[in-house]
């Protein structure tokens, strides 16, 4: 991870709708290690590719009056990737929920997102272990799932057929050789 994560304490804030937003300088360690998961599943499969996979830290400039800093993200044109950021929109950005920002992730950057171009856009629940996917079609975000991973507990009731019916891994809409697993994206979660 850079050396900018939002796992370090230095204090780090976003310009969102012109507005500057101090964000938590210690997000959870669940936060953490989902956003550090998503960065090793993308630089295992992305090695040697053109697109890159960027862990946290990382200011996107995507409008005057906005400067977010994704959980995670894949940018796929280098000339986007500057020495102070990455300006345009990544090809995928994922944002881990936190009690803080929870609102804007769902609403004003999703947005955001959207207007920019951003093909694919993840919101993680940690708490949840749920990732909804949502793809840009025709200039807007449509819901394609909402993938979850069920405790065992749960898991220990379910009939064979609904076992059968789990949907434990999913496909990113940019790559059709990358499957990612929900256990890989919440492993070390408690």
């Given at each position: 991870?850079?050396?900018n994560?939002?796992?370090?304490?230095e204090?780090?804030?976003?310009l969102?709708?012109?507005?500057?937003?101090?964000?938590?300088?210690?997000?959870?360690?669940?936060?953490?290690?989902?956003?550090?998961?998503?960065?090793?599943?993308?630089?295992?499969?992305l090695?040697?590719?053109t697109?890159?996979?960027?862990?946290?830290?990382?200011?996107?400039?995507?409008?005057?009056?906005?400067?977010?800093?994704?959980?995670?993200?894949?940018?796929?044109?280098?000339?986007?990737?500057?020495?102070?950021?990455?300006?345009?929109?990544?090809?995928?950005?994922?944002?881990?929920?936190?009690?803080?920002?929870?609102?804007?992730?769902?609403?004003?950057?999703?947005?955001?997102?959207?207007?920019a171009?951003?093909?694919?856009?993840?919101?993680?629940?940690?708490?949840?272990?749920?990732?909804e996917?949502?793809?840009?079609q025709?200039?807007?975000?449509?819901?394609?799932?909402?993938?979850?991973?069920?405790?065992?507990?749960l898991?220990?009731?379910?009939?064979e057929?609904?076992?059968?019916?789990?949907?434990?891994?999913?496909?990113?809409?940019?790559?059709?050789d990358?499957?990612?697993?929900?256990?890989?994206?919440?492993?070390?979660?408690?």
């Amino acid at each position: 991870m850079s050396s900018n994560s939002a796992c370090q304490d230095e204090p780090r804030d976003e310009l969102i709708n012109g507005q500057i937003v101090m964000m938590s300088p210690r997000p959870s360690n669940s936060h953490c290690t989902v956003a550090e998961n998503l960065f090793f599943i993308f630089r295992k499969h992305l090695q040697g590719r053109t697109c890159r996979p960027l862990a946290d830290g990382r200011d996107v400039y995507l409008t005057k009056k906005d400067r977010f800093v994704p959980d995670f993200m894949v940018v796929c044109d280098p000339k986007k990737i500057q020495p102070k950021g990455i300006f345009g929109a990544p090809d995928l950005v994922a944002e881990v929920l936190s009690p803080s920002t929870a609102h804007r992730d769902r609403s004003y950057k999703k947005d955001v997102y959207e207007q920019a171009g951003v093909k694919e856009y993840w919101i993680v629940s940690t708490a949840e272990k749920s990732v909804e996917q949502y793809l840009l079609q025709d200039g807007r975000f449509v819901l394609a799932n909402t993938y979850t991973q069920y405790p065992d507990y749960l898991l220990e009731d379910m009939t064979e057929e609904e076992l059968a019916a789990l949907v434990t891994e999913f496909k990113c809409s940019l790559y059709d050789d990358l499957l990612i697993k929900l256990a890989d994206i919440f492993e070390y979660v408690d």
